[in-house]
């Protein structure tokens, strides 16, 4: 929660929550949805961003149809997604296609894993993560 509230600092329109570490046991998508919606309000709009790989596993996660009804999806191109089966993913959850943006944005091939990797390896992580939350993380010593 530390390197998010850093991350975006700067960002008024980006609100750092605690909702899914102050909950005990697995955390789903439509628990932490649930539990924001509780704290935020309903005349919030929140937009959900993710990758289009997750995008495309949605029919496995718990809940999906609860889901659009409380945010937006809001996807990001990955490399080796840069498109999903949306007509597909409308038959089996009836108005994800009304919930769901593209993004366009360009492909970058970042994860956290790698994130974390890199830096156990002594490698630069300079344009991964923003300047302030990679000082951070040499500073505390993660990840190594």
């Known amino acids: 929660i530390a390197m998010i509230k850093i991350a975006i600092v700067s960002n008024p ?5 605690s909702v899914d570490l102050a909950r005990a046991g697995p955390s789903y998508t439509v628990d932490t949805l649930t539990d924001l919606r509780c704290e935020l309000g309903e005349e919030v709009n929140l937009h959900f961003i993710l990758g289009l790989d997750a995008v495309a596993e949605i029919l496995s996660w718990r809940k999906p149809e609860e889901i659009i009804t409380m945010c937006r999806l809001v996807g990001a191109k990955r490399p080796g997604y840069r498109a999903i089966d949306l007509r597909h993913l409308e038959r089996n959850i009836p108005g994800i ?9 360009p492909l970058i091939d970042i ?3 790698v994130i974390r990797e890199r830096v156990a390896r002594g490698l630069p992580i300079t344009g991964l993560v923003p ?4 000082l951070y993380i040499r ?6």
């Open 13 to 17: 329109y980006f609100h750092a929550s």
């Open 131 to 134: 300047n302030t939350v990679e």
């Open 97 to 105: 296609a009304l919930r769901f943006t593209m993004l366009n944005n």
């Open 139 to 144: 500073e505390k010593g993660l990840y190594l």
């Open 111 to 113: 994860s956290s894993s």
